[in-house]
């Protein structure tokens, strides 16, 4: 999704270093050096704060980058006081990630606040060891204690980078007042394919002025390029400070490549020199992994879809629609083949398995790509076409599996809403309705209304959009930037949804009972 454009333009070296060191001395007095004068320190530094993620009942990733060749010394205890170390570990960070390093730390207790605290040793002159910096995450829980998270998309797209002056990307820090116990980052983590340019127009005449680097000045292609990416999300404030505190489960959408790639792709597209997109996507997921702090699975070390158990009340199922599609532009057919890969026969029988297998009172499936925009069913069409061909085998897997309590979260859209899928008005009927919500962007241009495709009968309950007199791409800065928040009652598993925006105000809010027996029930309120 997301085919609308990508501001920007290719801006001077003068103009470049100037906006840089301006930036730098921002940064700085939030007490994060940037690379090109943390060389100058005689111990190392650590470049782009700390970050957490893939948390469970028992473990959590931890990452860091280092400013030169650098072990990251670990260590974990219960309280901020760190007077019982209760875990401690190291790993060292090299050039070959980028100087990047996660680990993760085991034999933790459930349902418990971790505190981390990550500091470099100069593999070069190992008596030089840098300040720590601390971060925390709580573990999940093995009892039925209510639980909440958020999840949003779309990191700094649109060329809308970090504008210092309207306080940067200020949704984390909403999300952050939040206090939830993880972030779900449905997609759209960085824009690989869009440049940050010095500044941009606002409806009006304002100035939106952006802090920019050398490797956002052009659209990525290097692996050097996609890391640029990440470490330039990594220089606001906002998400840093929300990086330290809330752990993170990342999946991926397009834009961590190129708009809208397929994995046999033959590049003809304007300013790419490369002609594979199987190569960009190799960088663009090694760039992913070095700067996410997921796990590795050593059966596939590519790998980002996975089920994540978070105690007796939730399992969350990351899918990747992306890595395994079937060619883009080929006219949808009726019957399943390679054309009509969407998460592909491995990742499909996964998840079949697996929510068969799950026993947790909810099971939610975060996708990078909503439902509705999936099928592109012909009109008239009476079954469902190319990549809707999976959505469907899978939703009339889960009816007959008899698997309740489901429902879907995604970004994406570049708006928020709720989407109710109803088989009374679907092309294809053999399934349980189920809710689709949608939020995002993070920070990113917002979008008009988006067409639905009608195989799965989606009916918009709730949206909030840019308007058309906004237009598409309408800037951060005018408030229509959504996030998510998802409580489930520890007493009565009852699961709250509530679409939010920047300002932390409640757009849409809907709480589902649990199924005790077919067919669920649902309450909607505003
Ligand atoms: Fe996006």
Redesign the pocket.
């Known amino acids: ?2 085919e609308r454009p990508c501001a920007g333009s290719v801006i001077s070296r003068r103009r470049l270093l100037t906006t840089l060191a301006s930036a730098t001395a921002t940064t700085a007095l939030d007490g994060l050096a940037a690379p090109a004068f943390s060389r100058l320190s005689q111990r190392p530094i650590i470049t782009h704060g700390v970050q957490s993620g893939d948390v469970s009942l028992d473990s959590g990733m931890v990452w860091a980058r280092a400013d030169r060749p650098s072990r990251m010394l670990i260590e974990a205890a219960t309280t901020d006081s760190f007077r019982d170390i209760i875990r401690s570990s190291f790993m060292d960070a090299l050039p070959e990630t980028d100087f990047t390093a996660k680990a993760l730390l085991e034999d933790l207790p459930a349902g418990q606040d971790i505190f981390y605290r990550l500091r470099l040793q100069d593999l070069a002159s190992p008596n030089a060891v840098g300040e720590p910096i601390v971060g925390r995450f709580r573990t999940a829980p093995s009892d039925r204690r209510s639980i909440s998270f958020v999840w949003s ?2 990191t700094a ?1 649109q060329g809308w980078g970090i504008d210092v002056s309207r306080g940067g990307m200020r949704t984390y820090a909403t999300m952050l007042h939040n206090r939830p116990d993880f972030f779900v980052h449905c ?2 983590s960085i ?1 690989a394919d869009c440049t940050v340019p010095t500044q941009q127009k606002l409806p009006g005449g304002a100035i939106w002025r952006n802090i920019v680097t050398e490797e956002k000045s052009r659209i990525a292609t290097t692996l050097a390029d996609y890391r640029g990416n990440y470490k330039y999300n990594l220089l606001d404030a906002n998400v840093r400070h929300f990086n330290a505190e809330v752990p993170i489960f990342a999946q991926w ?1 397009n ?1 961590e490549v190129m708009e809208d790639w397929w994995p046999g792709e033959a590049i003809n597209r304007q300013g790419y020199g490369e002609k594979s997109a199987l190569l960009l996507a190799a960088r663009g997921c090694r760039a992913f992994h070095e700067f996410m702090p997921l796990r590795y699975v050593p059966a596939e070390p590519g790998r980002i879809y996975r089920k994540v158990s978070y105690g007796p009340l939730l399992d969350l199922f990351l899918l990747d629609m992306r890595s395994y599609r079937g060619p883009n532009g080929t006219n949808p057919k009726d019957h399943y083949g390679p054309d009509a890969h969407l998460l592909g026969p491995v990742q499909l029988a996964w998840l079949k398995r697996e929510l068969n297998r799950s026993s947790a009172t909810w099971k939610v499936i975060a996708s990078d790509t909503p439902l509705g925009t999936i099928a592109a069913n012909a009109p008239g069409a009476r079954t469902p076409l190319g990549r809707g061909i999976e959505i469907a085998d899978l939703l009339s897997f889960m009816q007959r599996a008899r698997i309740p309590n489901t429902l879907w979260l995604t ?2 859209l ?1 708006y928020t809403a709720a989407h109710y899928f109803d088989p009374a008005n679907a092309v294809f009927q053999d399934f349980e309705p189920f809710w689709e919500f949608v939020s ?2 993070i920070h ?1 241009g917002t979008w008009t209304p988006s067409p639905l495709d009608r195989t799965f009968g989606p009916r918009v309950v709730f949206q909030s959009a840019a308007s058309r007199e906004q237009g598409d791409n309408f800037a951060p800065c005018f408030g229509l930037q959504f996030f998510g928040h998802v409580a489930i009652d520890g007493n009565t598993e009852t699961l709250t949804v509530t679409l939010k925006d920047v300002a932390d105000r409640v757009l849409w809010s809907t709480s589902i009972e649990p199924r005790v027996d077919q067919g669920a029930r649902y309450l909607t309120r505003r």
């Open positions: 999704m997301c998309g779309d797209g997609g759209d824009y959408d834009h970004a994406d570049h995002g962007p990113a």
